[in-house]
């Protein structure tokens, strides 16, 4: 399953044609977020997730995707203690949800988070049920998504090789 997940993303890019990561170095940060969505299902997903770091300031999460990528983030520490859905039909935001996620984000480098996200589709006669989860990454699937990034024609500049 995880080597579908990254055939993907590499087809998006190679069938753009562009780069992800910004040309330039400006003294800040890139942080990554993996999303392993249901590769089985074949609808569109109703929920999309924002994942706090301030209690304004948030992620959007959204499970058509495959990653989450933040550009020209400053340097530093970032605590996500919320979590919050939003349907994509009305905008309609849930309950907030506490959570712990900490990253550390160096200038002038990318930082893959090593949690990932972790997208699930339940399905029965009455329909489908979506459900997230974080799930750490073990060192084999961080690398498979490093050497996605580090086909970027932009990878050498924020220290991806």
């Known amino acids: 399953m995880k080597n579908i997940l990254l055939t993907c993303l590499a087809s998006l890019v190679f069938i753009s044609g562009c780069s992800t990561l910004p040309s330039k170095l400006k003294g800040q940060s890139v942080m ?3 999303v392993e969505n249901d590769y089985k299902f074949k609808g569109k997903y109703t929920t999309d997730y924002r994942l706090y770091y301030t209690d304004e300031k948030y992620i959007l999460i959204d499970p058509e995707e495959n990653y989450d990528i933040r550009t020209q983030l400053d340097p530093g520490i970032y605590e996500f203690t919320k979590l919050r859905t ?9 309950k907030p949800q506490e959570m712990h996620l900490r990253v550390e984000l160096e200038e002038n480098k ?3 988070v090593p949690t990932k ?3 699930k589709m339940e399905g029965n ?3 489908y049920t979506q459900a997230m989860e974080f799930v750490e ?5 961080q ?3 490093l ?3 580090s086909k970027d024609k932009n990878a050498s500049i924020w220290g991806i090789n």
């Open 32 to 34: 990554v977020i993996y």
């Open 137 to 141: 990454m073990d060192e084999a699937e």
């Open 125 to 127: 006669v009455f329909g």
């Open 117 to 119: 996200v972790v997208i």
């Open 86 to 94: 939003i349907e994509k039909s009305n905008s309609k935001l849930g």
């Open 143 to 145: 690398g498979q998504v």
């Open 110 to 112: 990318l930082t893959l």
């Open 147 to 149: 050497e996605f990034f």
